[in-house]
């Protein structure tokens, strides 16, 4: 099932449960998605289906009667990489650990994997590289009757991983490597992908309005550019000595300091807490090195578990991790080359408090006229339509928070969800948003960008871009879903002088261009224009060599080429693998048909 975001894929799923549940053609059911999705699986088939699910932890086999909850419950959620990593190795190959072990043995009638597009395999040479992820998804296929497959990007550009993919579905039909003039994938019958833009009710008017993008630049103001300069040259100089590192370390000193010019664009406050958190960190260290309390190995144990995918974390843990390695990750290997740094931050701290108290934030600027100046965000009424604010930093989500209140005069017209939101306060803050007229603003970081519904607004602003384009496409969808009667309007604020924002900005602009041939389809398909490069690794390029006039064109022409619209056409032509279009007669007689139903249903 390949609809694209937003399109009904969790409800088609629950139809398709809900009907072999009644045909008594399914009575065991396992539904296995991202950590991050879980309890939205949960909610959504309680909700509209009345179906009793529950989420798999190692506390339900201790509540189940024989103590193995997967034997004793026939309706279970279980997290992809909870179950996919249980593995243990052999001399030979690597096997099922202890609970996907027990997991397999019980026997499904039906197994749903939600974001399928994770379960990958590739050929490395002439050697076949499989995922754990896949490996779990090859083992559970075989123990399953009906396997369910969802993804709204299930062809990654390469035709012999997507013929492994569908091997998950019929491992006979796309046995062996895919050969290009010998082989042709064709997935018809066992792939349904429907097309936001190209969907239609009834009446035959679009299910899906309109989507506009904008780019809104704003240039910095003397004291911020000094401190992007400055703070930029340090993270340059760290990344030179962590590429001098080996292994994991090397890993999370890099992430440290991609995560620390990212808050650097955010605001002055982000940038000032976290020079500030990461200097007294530090500070901490030397003082525990000279009480000698850590012994001479404490320098290189700034060890995190970095993950390769950036989806494999879901946003709180991004958050999490986030704060945790940008205060400790350190390239310094001893302490007099720790205190030289700790002087650096101490130098970079004052200048951004500098920055803080001047008051200047010309970002804010930008954000505060769209807020009371542009045309969209008024009703016919004249009151303020709902907006949503997306900010990558819990530092940035409060200070904006003070900042909006002092624009609309009224604190409790704006609400707030982070990583570290509780599930039922996020959801009385989502039921708050949606239905009190009084609450307008709801500022967040990506933790609401998941799995939310909130069609009942249409406008968004990106304070922060995000370097995973996944993420862009997650928020937009957010809005823009089924419900969504509104054209939905979208601004991104970039700062088109600092280096990444270069890079961004001319993405952002050629964006507008396609999305104005190819009526807003491009959103869909935005996180598999970067296949080959990803953008993250084009923004940090854009950094740490953006002096050089070779590397700025260079990266100019990775964007033009990316998103080229012959390229973007050719993407939107592979995703449309298996589209499914009603003739016009076939749609009148389902509707009469449905009318006919209606009517029986009144009669006496």
Known sequence: LADDPGAGKTIMAGLY?????????????????????????????????????????????????????????HQLIV??????RDEEETPKERVPGPMQAKLLAAGWDLVVFDESHKLAAHYFGSKLEKTARFRFAERIGAETRHLLLMTATPHNGKDED?????????????????????????????????????????DNTPLFPERKAYTVNYTLSDLEAALYESVTDYVKTEMGKADQLQGSRKGSVGFALT??????????????????????????????????????????????????????????????????????????????????????????????KAVVASGLDRKWDELSRILQNAPELRGES???????IFSEHRDTLNYLRGKIAGVLGNEDSIVTIHGGTHRDERRKIQAAFRSDPDVRVLVATDAAGEGVNLQNAN????????????????????????????????????????????????????????????????????????????????????????????????????????????????????????????SAERLYAVKEEMEKAEARRLQP
């Open 259 to 352: 995560a620390l010019q990212r808050r650097l664009a955010s605001s002055p406050e982000a940038i000032f807490q976290s020079l500030k958190r990461r200097k007294e960190r530090l500070q901490n260290r030397v003082r525990d090195e000279k009480l000698g309390m850590r012994g001479r190995k404490a320098l290189s144990e700034t060890v995190f578990e970095i993950p390769d995918d950036d989806d494999d974390l879901n946003a709180d843990e991004q958050e999490h991790l986030e704060e945790e390695v940008i205060d400790d990750a350190t390239a310094a290997s001893t302490v007099s080359e720790l205190e030289a740094e700790i002087i650096i931050l101490q130098g970079l701290e004052d200048r951004a």
């Open 17 to 73: 449960i809900r009907e072999l549940v009644m045909r008594a053609d399914a009575k065991r059911i396992l539904i296995v998605a991202p950590g991050s999705l879980v309890e939205q699986w949960r909610d959504e088939l309680s909700e509209k289906f009345g179906l009793d699910f529950h989420i798999y932890t190692p506390g339900l086999d201790q509540a189940s009667p024989s103590g193995n909850a997967f034997e004793d419950f």
């Open 162 to 202: 997507f013929q492994l993919f569908l091997s998950l579905l019929d491992s006979d039909r796309f046995y062996g490597r895919f050969r290009d003039g010998v082989h042709k994938v064709d997935a018809s019958d066992l792939m349904r992908r429907m097309v936001k833009e190209e969907l239609v009710k009834f």
């Open 459 to 582: 406008l968004m602003v990106n304070y922060d871009l995000p370097w995973n384009p996944n993420r862009l496409e997650q928020r937009f969808g957010r809005i823009h879903r089924i419900g969504q009667t509104e054209v939905c309007h979208l601004w991104n604020l970039v700062a088109k002088e600092t280096r990444e924002g270069e890079v961004y900005h001319r993405l952002l602009k050629k964006l507008e261009v396609e999305s104005e041939s190819l009526k807003g389809r491009v959103f869909d398909i935005l996180g598999e224009v970067f296949e080959d490069t990803s953008l993250k690794d084009l923004l940090m390029q854009a950094i740490r060599y953006g002096d050089s006039p070779e590397v700025r064109s260079r990266l100019t022409r990775k964007i033009d080429t990316v998103l080229d619209h012959d390229h973007l056409k050719s993407l939107l032509n592979r995703n449309a693998l298996a589209q499914e279009t009603m």
């Open 79 to 84: 997290r992809l990489d909870q179950v996919s």
């Open 382 to 388: 004249g009151r303020h339509r709902k907006l949503i």
